[in-house]
């Protein structure tokens, strides 16, 4: 089993839809949550960052975090073709790591 | 530079052959770390730096691999003896510092085939 696991998708919407992205996770150990927007050919790119459980937004995007269930979510609002992407969570174990551990990513088409 | 820079940005290599490949992080950018990226997969942790000092290589796959950072910024990563299952995306990161909160840059990958 991996230590996180994200459903590729991919997943296809209409724009101005409300799209939800998950990941779960095994280990209890990790403390700090991301989600990383990949465009096809290019390299991940931070979108949101949160420390432990809790909910985080900037601007159309909302970061759940719960700790107790082990599943973290991305929301996007009024979703627009330029968010075509794969989007990837990621997380860290607290302490002096910096290893990062990824999902396999989900695959999003916003479609105009 | 402005970001993180990978060369080469595509590499062909007979099996068997050794391969470099090298980043240039961010400058100033203390931290440097190296994944390795499947078509439909996330980004797999290799190894980080900080500075000149290697702080965790338990991604490296096995002893074919290495990586080295010697003065604290360019960072070259080593594949000898390449096999047909090397093939991938190579990134590279950086961070400003390590730990807690600080956001990592990637490069754009070196993608190598091996044949």
């Known amino acids: 089993q991996k230590e996180v696991e994200q459903d590729p998708g991919p997943l296809s919407v209409p724009e101005g839809a409300i799209v939800s992205l998950n990941c779960t996770y095994s280990?209890?150990?990790?403390?700090?949550f991301m989600w990383y927007r990949q465009y096809s050919r290019k390299g991940p790119e931070l979108l949101m960052y949160?420390?432990?459980?809790g909910n985080k937004e900037d601007g159309r995007f909302t970061a759940q975090v719960d700790k107790s269930s082990k599943y973290i979510s991305l929301f996007i609002r009024d979703s627009q073709p330029s968010d075509s992407a794969t989007y990837l969570c990621?997380?860290?174990?607290?302490?002096?790591?910096?290893?990062?551990?990824f999902g396999t990513g989900t695959l999003l088409a916003v479609q105009p | 530079g402005a970001g993180v820079s990978q060369s080469p940005r595509y590499k062909v290599t007979k099996r068997g052959q050794d391969v470099a490949l090298r980043c240039d992080p961010i400058?100033?950018?203390?931290?440097l770390y190296w994944y390795r990226q499947a078509l439909g997969q996330g980004p797999e942790f290799l190894t980080y730096?900080?500075?000149?000092?290697?702080?965790?290589k338990s991604g490296l796959p096995n002893d074919r691999f290495s990586a080295e950072r010697p003065e604290g910024s360019i960072s070259t990563l080593t594949i000898q003896r390449t096999e047909q299952r090397d093939s991938a995306m190579y990134r590279c990161?950086?961070?400003?510092?390590?730990?807690?909160?600080?956001?990592?840059?990637f490069g754009e990958g070196s993608w190598l085939t091996v044949v």
């Open positions: 990161a950086s961070s400003l510092v390590g730990g807690s909160g600080n956001t990592i840059y």
């Open positions: 280990n209890s150990a990790f403390q700090y």
């Open positions: 949160t420390y432990s459980s």
């Open positions: 990621a997380m860290k174990e607290g302490g002096a790591t910096n290893k990062l551990i």
């Open positions: 400058s100033g950018h203390v931290s």
């Open positions: 730096f900080n500075y000149e000092a290697q702080q965790d």
